[in-house]
Each structure stands twice: as C-alpha cells, then as structure tokens.
C-alpha cells in the first residue's frame, strides 16, 4: 500500500508545480525540451525517451515504472490521465508531482482528458471521492490546488523528424506549430488533442465518448506529412499495453491494470534512439516494455 501523502503536503507540492511550469514558459529552455506555449519540442540531443500513457490511480505500475527509468538518464514524458479509476490516484499524483520537482529539466508532464479543463468535463470523475475519504473537509483545498497545477501541463509534444505525442490524437483539421503552441487557448483543438481516437475507417466521425471524434489514416498521414514527422505516439484507449494502427503511422500505449479495464498486461515505450525513429511498428517492437 502506498503511503498516504497529507493534505498540506499535496497542496505544497501542487503549488510548487504549478508555479515551476508557469516559470518554464517564460524561460523556454527547461533541458530536454523547450516550453513553446501548450506545445513541448524535445531537444534533438536527448538519447533516450521513456514515454508513459495513461495511469489513472495505479500506482503499482508508476512506481514499477519510476523504479526502471531513472530521469538522471532519459526524458520522462508521461501522456496524461493521472487520475480516476483507481483510488490510489491521490498518490499517483503526488509521486508525479514529485517526479517533475526533483528533475524539472527531464519529466516532461502532458494533459490527459482527465485532467482538461473544467468546459471539458469528463466521466467518471471519481478523484474527489477519493480526495474527500482521504482527507475530509480539507478535500475541496487538495482537489482546487492540483486542478490548477493541471491547467498548466502541456497539450502535446514534438521531436522534429520523428515523432509527435499527444494524448488523445492529432487534429481533424489543419494545425501547424504556431496552433500547437495556442492549444490552451482554443478549446476546440484541445478537446481534439485530448479526445480524439483512431479508427480504421478513412475520414472523420463523431466520438461515442460525446467528446472530441474518430480520424482514420488518411488524417494522421496528413497530418504527420505537415509536420515532418514519422509517428503519433498517444494513449487514451485501453489496449493489452499497447496497439499499432493506421498502417504503423500511430501506437497507443496503456501504462496501467487493473479495473476496469483487466487487461492482463500494460506497457511503456523505452526508446533508446529516439531520433531515428521508422515508424510504430519498431516502436512496438523494439521500445514497448511489457508487465
């Protein structure tokens, strides 16, 4: 069992956070990455990259994961959904949280749709039960602190001539890196960055979350040709710790078990040569790590 943070001790370190990530916008160059806006590039020079999907409470697996990849030694990227589903998400958060104080130039924090803004709401939504058994009438102090400390992570990121990561998926419609970088201020290109899935199926359609749409290969080769780059690598859909679609242009990876989902295995991606990238297919060949 995880031990149990106080409800000072996350409001500290959520404070502490939010206003580390506020002070990298302004400074640009956090070390692996550069801060442009919503959009994170990662510096060409960086050797390795451990890129994490969603979490969503389970902290077995985080810790499992922290405990092979050392931030002294690689670019930490995690894709989002920290929270709900799972009741340990409170600590979840704070093992994140921390991650990213204590090695500010190499844990890159992105937004999953679990952690959107309040005009995208999501459901289930159990963090505050878990918030409120934890810590009682000081729940409402916790849950307001790490929902700022959420505003301010990064919509999606880029490492030019490889690969773009997102959470969700790519925009429907034509987004170049100046667009990328205002994310946080277009609710519309947000809520497709944070919500949208692949389908095999050529062309858009409406989601049947009521949030964000489907996009088929015709839209991330569009979009990955505007960009220059090989390969999405998303989360936000459960799959058997990872899956490759769209012809081996697009993986979803899924960090985490248990319920709801069962599935019997979860996986990261831990890219020793991430310049070089070909495509999803080497990805899940040569980077995913199974447990």
């Known amino acids: 069992m995880a031990s149990v943070p106080t409800a000072e001790e996350l409001i500290e370190l959520a404070s502490k956070v939010r206003a580390l990530l506020r002070e990298e916008r302004k400074k640009v160059d956090v070390g692996g990455y550069e801060s442009q806006g919503s959009l994170a590039k990662i510096k060409d020079r ?4 451990v890129v994490v999907g969603d979490i969503h409470g389970d902290h077995e697996s985080l810790t499992k994961i922290l405990s092979r990849a050392n931030p002294r030694e690689a670019l930490l990227v995690f894709l989002g959904d920290y929270i709900d589903r799972g009741e340990q998400s409170p600590q979840v958060v704070y093992e994140v949280l921390r991650a990213k104080l204590e090695n500010p130039s190499s844990v890159l924090l992105m937004m999953g749709n679990h952690e ?3 005009e995208l709401p999501v459901y289930p939504h159990d963090f505050p039960f878990h918030l409120r058994s934890l810590y009682g009438e ?8 790490i929902m700022l400390c959420f505003r301010e992570l990064y919509a999606c990121s880029l490492l030019e001539g490889s690969m773009f990561m997102v959470h969700g998926g790519v925009p429907t419609r034509p987004a170049g890196l100046d667009s990328l970088a205002r994310a946080g201020h277009n609710l519309d290109l947000l809520e497709e960055l944070l919500w949208n899935d692949p389908m095999n199926r050529k062309g858009v359609e409406p989601s049947p979350r ?18 220059s780059v090989k390969v999405v690598v998303r989360a936000h859909e459960p799959c058997d710790g990872y899956e490759v679609l769209h012809g081996g242009r697009l993986i979803t990876i899924f960090s985490r078990k248990g319920s709801p989902y069962f599935n019997d295995r979860a996986a990261y991606l831990d890219i020793r040569d991430p310049r070089n990238v ?5 990805l899940a060949e040569e980077c995913a790590v199974l447990f």
């Open 46 to 49: 960086v050797k390795r990259l």
């Open 116 to 118: 959107g803004p309040p």
């Open 138 to 145: 000081a729940w409402e102090d916790v849950y307001h602190s």
């Open 210 to 227: 009521g949030a964000g749409f489907l996009f088929g290969p015709d839209v991330t080769d569009r979009f990955l040709k505007s960009l």
């Open 278 to 282: 070909k495509d999803a297919h080497q």
